[in-house]
């Protein structure tokens, strides 16, 4: 065994076997997934985009429903934004969408409707990096080129018991040259769903189910016991706090609601004038605040209050309701809906949330 594992680096023979092991294990125990039955790179980069840093659980039923909506890329290109956006709501990371919506005016508009062939022309377009590259160009094309996603690096750690960081510059370079190594040339398609499937099924970051692996007589990490310890990230960068003073007016069945700027959290979606502060502001600060803008409220109290994580950030939002005599002039280039109305607009799961506390989807 120890001279087996000693030259697993640089046997090919030993490559095919792992192979070969690896494919019949995936047609054996693979899921049944929509976009695994089809060529089409539309539908092929729609769930790829949806997946990204999503469960395959709850991306399913975006999937379904964005292709059940808009079944070509021609028809996601004429689309608005905000029904882009709409439809979307509640999968976090909303710049994928945008960009999505961008790369589909591309194709369609630019490139007569169709994909590049190839993951370094691919990459060319927004939003699609090496990773969402290879994984078109390999199953829509069947291009030799190896994923790597979270699945297939704490797979490709184990295998060959690597410690270099996998979000360090080394460890990616690394880690592209091992995946690409591994990689089966005659079935480069089949290959990358496999070893992603092994990585999401058996290989997981917390107890993997080493007895049933088609790969253990290879695994490094299983021969020396280390696998629980891999694989390696660098330490993030510490997060930040921002605090969010929101301000729900109402009056007459109506609401003051803002579009949220670029360059910020959350861009293009709705939510409601707000105080925002780097740092904790006194809560008799904020009615003084909310009173200064608001000359002819009859009563300002705080209905509620939430933490909402985000990858960078760690965001304190209060949420404080405003009830006025008479309407007010729109503030930071906010303008009136109707209650009614409200939830036909893109929001965050933050603003969502706030609306389900107090009912605010009106029938």
């Not at 594992?5 to 095919?16: A, C, D, E, K, V």
């Amino acid at each position: 065994m120890c001279f087996f594992l000693n030259f697993i680096h640089f046997r090919p023979y030993f490559y095919q076997m792992s192979q070969q092991n690896l494919l019949t294990w995936y047609h054996q125990n693979k899921r049944d997934l929509p976009w695994r039955s089809t060529r089409d790179p539309y539908k092929i980069w729609l769930s790829e985009i949806i997946l990204q840093q999503t469960r395959v659980e709850q991306g399913l039923n975006y999937f379904l429903k964005f292709v059940d909506e808009f079944p070509t890329v021609k028809i996601l290109a004429e689309a608005s934004q905000e029904q882009i956006l709409k439809l979307w709501q509640g999968l976090g990371y909303y710049s994928r969408a945008r960009n999505m919506h961008q790369t589909a005016k591309i194709i369609h508009f630019d490139l007569d409707g169709k994909f590049p062939e190839n993951s370094s022309d691919l990459q060319k377009l927004k939003g699609i990096g090496p990773y969402t590259a290879a994984a078109i160009a390999s199953f829509a094309f069947n291009e030799a080129a190896a994923v790597l996603d979270g699945n297939v690096f704490r797979v490709l750690s184990r295998i060959f018991d690597e410690n270099t960081p996998i979000n360090s510059h080394s460890g990616k370079k690394l880690f592209s040259n091992l995946a690409q190594d591994f990689l089966n040339p005659l079935y480069p398609a089949l290959h990358n769903q496999a070893i992603m499937e092994l990585g999401a099924l058996v290989c997981k970051p917390q107890n993997p189910d080493c007895p049933n692996c088609p790969l253990q007589t290879i695994c490094l990490a299983y021969q020396r016991k280390t696998y629980k310890n891999l694989p390696v990230k660098e330490k993030k960068l510490k997060v930040k706090s921002r605090y969010l003073y929101y301000m729900y007016f109402e009056y007459n069945g109506k609401t003051l609601i803002r579009k949220r700027v670029s360059g910020d959290i959350w861009e293009g979606l709705y939510d409601l004038p707000c105080i925002d502060s780097d740092s904790l502001i006194d809560e008799i600060v904020i009615f003084e605040r909310i009173s200064e803008l608001a000359l002819n409220q009859s009563k300002i109290e705080k209905i509620y209050a939430l933490k909402h994580q985000l990858t960078h950030r760690t965001l304190f939002a209060e949420f404080f309701k405003i009830e006025l005599n008479q309407e007010i002039l729109a503030i930071q280039d906010s303008f009136w809906v109707d209650l009614a109305l409200l939830k036909s607009f893109p929001a965050s799961r933050l603003f969502e949330k706030f609306q389900q506390s107090i009912n605010l989807h009106h029938s």
